[in-house]
């Protein structure tokens, strides 16, 4: 399964960035897709998430900011968002796996994920 992530970016606060990451994971079944950051000198933590059926789930500290998405079409899993905080500021990475019956924000459900890609946000 190839997960591909374009750049991240940097931005001022209050603004908005869209990231991308290229799978193949669309192509299998009983999909579990997220995304996860890490903020320097803390642990990764679940931001989105998104299951076979549509059904996403956000972390309460992006919930409303952030939208998570998927165009199977175009092999392409995305996060938008929006109202960017300076504590935002993080390696973000995408994961994937199928085959999955619990779709579950925990990084252990998930066996293939895409490399870092840096947000920063400026106050």
């Known amino acids: 399964v190839q997960m591909v992530v374009p750049g991240g970016g940097s931005v001022q606060a209050g603004g908005s960035l869209q990231l991308s990451c290229q799978t193949s994971?669309?192509?299998?079944?009983?999909?579990?897709v997220a995304w996860f950051r890490q903020a320097q000198g803390k642990e990764r933590e679940w931001v989105a998430i998104?299951?076979?059926?549509?059904?996403?789930g956000y972390a309460d500290s992006v919930k409303g900011r952030f939208s998570i998405s998927k165009d199977a079409a175009k092999s392409t899993l995305y996060l938008q968002m929006n109202s960017l905080k300076v504590e935002d500021t993080a390696m973000y990475y995408c994961?994937?796996?199928?085959?999955?019956?619990?779709?579950?924000?925990?990084?252990?459900?998930?066996?293939?994920w895409g490399h870092g890609t840096q947000v920063t946000v400026s106050s």
């Open positions: 994961a994937a796996d199928f085959g999955v019956w619990q779709c579950r924000p925990e990084a252990s459900v998930f066996k293939y």
């Open positions: 994971i669309f192509t299998y079944n009983n999909i579990c």
């Open positions: 998104l299951d076979t059926a549509g059904g996403a």
